[in-house]
């Protein structure tokens, strides 16, 4: 049964963002620490955003299954925590970010770069998306809330 927490993220006496946050991780996930993501333009990340991996700098990107750099094949779901999204500046990289690397994860939570599908088929092969996150070791889940509340 999935968690429901509410955080509010301030600046100053302004909440900007109120999230529930349902677990998305629903076992046997692994990750990577320290992850880095360079900004070309201000980017607002979400968390469970789908990424690649630049093969020859190593850095996390959105994915792009129409690329030919490694970020066409997914490499994992950006993990934020509590926190809905970061924002990274023009320019700024950013090496603290978490990538969850395999596991069971609730398909509704997944941020999909825009025009991206799990059906999508990834350049110079006949594979989806969905098909590489299988062989990565991932699991995806549809979920359902099945709480229920009665009073006698």
């Not at 062989?135 to 359902?144: I, K, S, W």
Request: proline share 3%.
């Amino acid at each position: 049964m999935a968690g429901i927490i509410s955080t509010t993220i301030k600046e100053g006496n302004i909440a900007v963002q109120n999230r529930e946050v349902v677990e998305e991780l629903l076992g046997n996930n692994e990750f990577e620490y320290n992850k880095s993501y360079t900004a070309s333009g201000d980017t607002i990340l979400l968390s469970m955003l789908l990424l690649g991996k630049i093969v020859a700098t190593g850095k996390i990107v959105k994915l792009d299954p129409t690329a030919s750099t490694g970020a066409e094949q997914p490499y994992g779901f950006l993990w934020l925590g509590l926190e809905p999204s970061v924002t990274i500046l023009n320019g700024v990289t950013n090496s603290n970010l978490t990538v969850v690397t395999k596991g069971k994860v609730d398909e509704s939570t997944i941020a999909l770069p825009t025009g991206v599908t799990l059906d999508d088929t990834v350049t110079g092969t006949t594979r989806t998306v969905r098909d590489f996150l299988s062989d990565r070791g991932f699991t995806l889940v549809t979920c359902e809330e099945q709480t229920s509340f009665t009073h006698s």
